[in-house]
């Protein structure tokens, strides 16, 4: 095929496109409510799973590093002196565990200053904390986390001197395995509205291709092949569902402006701040183009089968 052949092909492909691009877009301009409606369920659909996956996001940036939250109180019996308390921490040590001493005069300081009662103090004639001992996972540990805290706990309920062991992070595992049950029920709303967001569009460009029946079977009567008839449907999919998953963006952008000043209170109460994270732009370009893709996915079905249902009426194969 000869250069010129070639040009005048691409130009007549480039026309047959920008056609059916803004064919497919003066049908959804021309049908105002309905199109506003179609978006509405769309971007409602495409936001819950979204919404899901946002907060899943920020809950994992919490920090749960083993060698953080992987630890064991200690607390000693009223009785036992700085000695008696530095010779069992001695002995964690040779055990390879990092342990950290807390004197009752340090811990009053620290119950004072993190509580706001620094009177406190003042009330006793004298300090009723005991020592206490934090241990953590040595940089040597191979041992899973449960293990360790199972074996340490163990041991140090076997100690004279030893009141209490308490370990720290069941509540972090919980909210690790919720984590995961959030993960799990993320996939499972995005494939039922994934199918949703099909469903709707391909009803749509039925209406659609069923409102154009007498207009399509004249195409196909003088010759228009079946990709030219497909086409503006297919554009027009395609923009339900960029447009919607574009309003579940809005939509979730929205929500998070509005959470985001409940937050900071509920937060600063604790003394602490944090800042909702979005999606992103590289994911929210892969939200916009997914979106895409479910509607051209609607609309080809829809399509496809008013196609084959006309080529059977005219006895003809696709």
Known sequence: MSKRALRRKARSWGRRQLYSLFSSIGTLVSHKLATLMTLLVLGIAMALPLGLFVVVENLRSIDLQQSEWGSVTVFFDASVDSESAAETAHAIEQRNAEVRLVSPEEGMAEFSASSGFSSAADLFDENPLPWVAILTPGAENEQPLEAWVSEWQAWLEQREGVDL??????????????????????????VLFSLAVVVVVANTIRLDVASRSEEIEVMSMVGANNGFIRQPFLYSGFWYGMLGALLALVLMLAAIFYLQSPLEQLLEAYGSQYLLKGLGVQRSLL????????????????????????????GIGL
């Open 287 to 314: 939200v916009l183009l997914s979106g895409g893709f479910l509607g051209l996915c609607g609309a080809f079905l829809s399509v496809q089968r008013h196609l084959r249902l006309l080529a059977q009426g005219h």
């Open 165 to 190: 062991v308490q370990v720290d992070h069941k509540w972090l595992q919980r909210l690790a395995g919720l984590l995961a049950l959030g993960r799990g029920l993320m996939t499972v709303l995005t």
